[in-house]
């Protein structure tokens, strides 16, 4: 059974930090790109950040770029998404989630397995 198992979040002031990671069960993690995407209340799933397998090539959504970094060790089969600066609109939770290929879309049918999710709350 393949478990994707988020924590890290929590609480934070606005500019504020936070370290989420994911740990990965139950398959080969290094065939898997990971990503991190979030939704908000009554918001649509946004991409958060991507990582292809071996850790080398990552992706950013605009909003987060320059504050949030995305990394994973393949030794520990686990992703972390580390978030800086964070502001009031990065509220949401935030899941991981595992695709074998390069998700054409956002929503979880273009991954092959997601994570519960983990919540983030940024007060200003």
């Known amino acids: 059974q393949v478990r994707l198992v988020e924590s890290g979040g929590g609480l934070v002031q606005a500019g504020g930090s936070l370290r989420l990671s994911c740990t990965a069960s139950g398959l080969t993690f290094t065939e898997y790109i990971m990503s991190w995407l979030r939704q908000a209340p009554g918001k649509e799933v946004d991409f958060v950040a991507r990582v292809t397998w071996s850790g080398v090539n990552t992706n950013y959504a605009d909003s987060v770029k320059g504050r949030f970094t995305i990394t994973r060790h393949n030794s520990n089969n686990t992703v972390y998404l580390q978030m800086n600066n964070l502001k009031d609109e990065d509220t949401a939770t935030y899941y991981c989630?595992?695709?074998?290929?390069?998700?054409?879309?956002?929503?979880?049918?273009?991954?092959?397995?997601w994570g519960q999710g983990t919540q983030v709350t940024v007060s200003s």
């Open positions: 989630a595992a695709s074998r290929r390069l998700p054409s879309g956002y929503s979880r049918e273009h991954y092959d397995y």
